[in-house]
T-cell receptor, first 109, second 116 residues
Framework: QKEVEQDPGPLSVPEGAIVSLNCTYSNSAFQYFMWYRQYSRKGPELLMYTYSSGNKEDGRFTAQVDKSSKYISLFIRDSQPSDSATYLCAMSAGNQFYFGTGTSLTVIP | EAGVAQSPRYKIIEKRQSVAFWCNPISGHATLYWYQQILGQGPKLLIQFQNNGVVDDSQLPKDRFSAERLKGVDSTLKIQPAKLEDSAVYLC??????????????FGPGTRLTVL
């Protein structure tokens, strides 16, 4: 069983839609939960991180962590064509970092 | 602020050859990471340095991969000999060390390795 599971998509939505991206995990020791955005042929860039359970909002982006279900989500409101990228969830416990496989998102104008 | 620099950006070699990748982290970042990202997969952490010491290398295939970070700044990742399955993007990242806070990793653009 992989440490982190993420649906690879691809996901295609019209501009303005609400996007929901999800990951599940198996290691209850994970404490930090991150979402990265990766454009083609670029390195990942951090969008948001959350410590332990709860919600965090930053502009059009909302991250949710449910440790009881070992499930995390990223919501993108009013999606824009510039949001088209691969979204990677990541989790850490101590010095261990694990990434999901990434979900490819295309926002159609 | 300059970002993480990596070179070369692309490399094509034949199997059983050797290859080396170079990384220059953001100035002042004590922690440096090397990741392997195979096409269609997420990055996999290979090795983590703090200054010039290894913090974790549990997922580094030590029979063929080696890495060093002399003087606690630049780092080199080497593969010798390369196999077909080593074809991937090798990402370098760096972060500050904050004891009571999240240490954001900043990634370089990566080196795309193709092994023929």
């Amino acid at each position: 069983q992989k440490e982190v599971e993420q649906d690879p998509g691809p996901l295609s939505v019209p501009e303005g839609a609400i996007v929901s991206l999800n990951c599940t995990y198996s290691n209850s020791a994970f404490q930090y939960f991150m979402w990265y955005r990766q454009y083609s042929r670029k390195g990942p860039e951090l969008l948001m991180y959350t410590y332990s359970s709860g919600n965090k909002e930053d502009g059009r982006f909302t991250a949710q962590v449910d440790k009881s279900s070992k499930y995390i989500s990223l919501f993108i409101r009013d999606s824009q064509p510039s949001d088209s990228a691969t979204y990677l969830c990541a989790m850490s416990a101590g010095n261990q970092f694990y990434f999901g496989t990434g979900t490819s998102l295309t926002v159609i104008p | 602020e300059a970002g993480v620099a990596q070179s070369p950006r692309y490399k094509i070699i034949e199997k059983r050859q050797s290859v080396a990748f170079w990384c220059n982290p953001i100035s002042g970042h004590a922690t440096l990471y090397w990741y392997q990202q195979i096409l269609g997969q997420g990055p996999k952490l290979l090795i983590q340095f703090q200054n010039n010491g290894v913090v974790d290398d549990s997922q580094l295939p030590k029979d063929r991969f080696s890495a060093e970070r002399l003087k606690g700044v630049d780092s080199t990742l080497k593969i010798q000999p390369a196999k077909l399955e080593d074809s991937a993007v090798y990402l370098c990242a760096s972060s500050l060390v904050r004891v009571i806070s999240y240490n954001e990793q900043f990634f370089g653009p990566g080196t795309r390795l193709t092994v023929l």
